[in-house]
Structure formats: structure tokens, C-alpha cells
Nanobody
Framework: QVQLVESGGGLVQAGGSLRLSCAAS????????MGWYRQAPGKQRDMVAT???????TYDDSVKGGFTISRDNANNTVYLQMNSLKPEETAVYYC????????????WGKGTLVTVSA
């Protein structure tokens, strides 16, 4: 099993920045790609950014140029640097990890709330 714990959420004004962290523990050697998802009130959970073990990244079009995902494999941590935040990006941000051996198996953190005020 893998446990994911997010941190770094909070309240920020529009145009501000936040850096989210996600620490993985447990069977870390089974972790393949990791990523960040977000879920706004009343909406579905959507992918924000993902990163492979080798560092290949993908981003939702809405965050390109403003968000950066990175990964520290030695410390089993993935980060999301969020710049120029907008009120519509208010959501619970979840960390995700995919099992590298069983791709249909994935893990989720409990989420961290990001609130962007106008």
C-alpha cells in the first residue's frame, strides 16, 4: 500500500502563489507516475498535472505557463508550484500515484484546500 499526504494549501489572493507538496510513504517502490488533480465544489475531479518517474510532465491546458509539477524521487515527494492563481482555481487539490506494475491500481491523498480570493 501507498499513503499520500498533501500539504501547502491555504488562502491566497488572486495573482498570488502557493506550493503544494505530496509526501509518499509505504510501498514507494511500486509508485510510477504521480500527479495532481483538483475538484471544485459541485464539479468533477480533473487532472491538473502529472509527472512520470523519469520526469516527463503533462499539464491541463488551463494551467500551462502558470503551474509547474516537479518530483524528488529520493524523498518520495511531488510538488506543484502554482503561480498567478485565479479565483476559479479554488478547489480541493488531490495527490495521485499510479502503481507502476498494476496500472489500474492508483492511490489518492485526502486533499488540501486551496482558496483563491478575488
Amino acid at each position: 500500500q501507498v499513503q499520500l499526504v498533501e500539504s501547502g494549501g491555504g488562502l491566497v489572493q488572486a495573482g498570488g502563489s502557493l506550493r503544494l507538496s505530496c509526501a509518499a510513504s509505504g510501498n514507494i517502490f511500486s509508485i510510477g507516475a504521480m500527479g495532481w488533480y483538483r475538484q471544485a465544489p459541485g464539479k468533477q475531479r480533473d487532472m491538473v498535472a502529472t509527472i512520470t518517474r523519469g520526469g516527463k510532465t503533462t499539464y491541463d491546458d488551463s494551467v500551462k505557463g502558470g503551474f509547474t509539477i516537479s518530483r524528488d524521487n529520493a524523498n518520495n515527494t511531488v510538488y506543484l508550484q502554482m503561480n498567478s492563481l485565479k479565483p476559479e482555481e479554488t478547489a480541493v487539490y488531490y495527490c495521485n500515484a499510479v502503481n507502476r506494475y498494476v496500472r489500474v491500481m492508483e492511490y489518492w491523498g485526502k486533499g488540501t484546500l486551496v482558496t483563491v480570493s478575488a
